[in-house]
């Protein structure tokens, strides 16, 4: 059985815990010139995290190997828990507009961006990977805040992803 002093501070604890849980994030955004991500409910911020792009951050992704990360509103809409980095969420890239500008270029739009962590093995480096862009136009989180993502948004979750 707790002792008294600790049973109140832990029914504290908990239920902070539990209030963060139970706020359902209906949209994700992220702010590529400001290096942000943040999960929204009903409008309001609830959480926010330093994040790392794809290696030449600005503009629109356009095309494979450009190693942009794309602007536009996409949907989260599957997750990988055993991927090459620790943990991913596939941002529905390319969609109809981004195909159709492709194909007008003649090029391929590329695919498979997600939200991830830290490359296996390495989390122990995202103080210093996190200091650049470094993805191929993925968004990159450390291990720790993809943790909290991976909790906290649901498959299906919108993404809006500004310059």
């Known amino acids: 059985m707790l002792s008294a002093h600790l049973a109140l501070p832990l029914t504290v604890l908990l239920s902070a815990s539990n209030a ?3 706020e359902a994030i ?3 955004r992220v702010d590529k010139s400001e290096r942000r991500l943040e999960l929204l409910s009903d409008g309001k911020v609830v959480r926010s995290y330093a994040m790392a792009l794809g290696a030449n951050p600005v503009g629109h992704k356009e095309r494979e190997g450009d190693e942009r990360t794309p ?5 989260l809409d599957w997750r990988n828990p055993g991927s090459q980095y620790y943990r991913s969420i596939h941002v529905c890239y390319p969609n109809a507009d981004d195909v159709a500008a492709a194909k007008r270029a003649d090029v391929d739009p590329g695919g498979m961006i997600m939200i991830h962590g830290q490359p296996n093995g390495y989390g122990w480096w995202s103080w210093l990977l996190q200091m650049f862009d470094w993805t191929n136009g993925c968004i990159a989180v450390s291990d ?7 909790q906290m948004v649901e498959n299906g979750t919108p993404i809006e992803i500004n310059p």
């Open 20 to 22: 963060a849980c139970a």
């Open 26 to 28: 209906d949209l994700v």
């Open 71 to 75: 602007e536009g509103r996409y949907v």
């Open 144 to 150: 720790e805040d993809m943790a909290e993502i991976w």
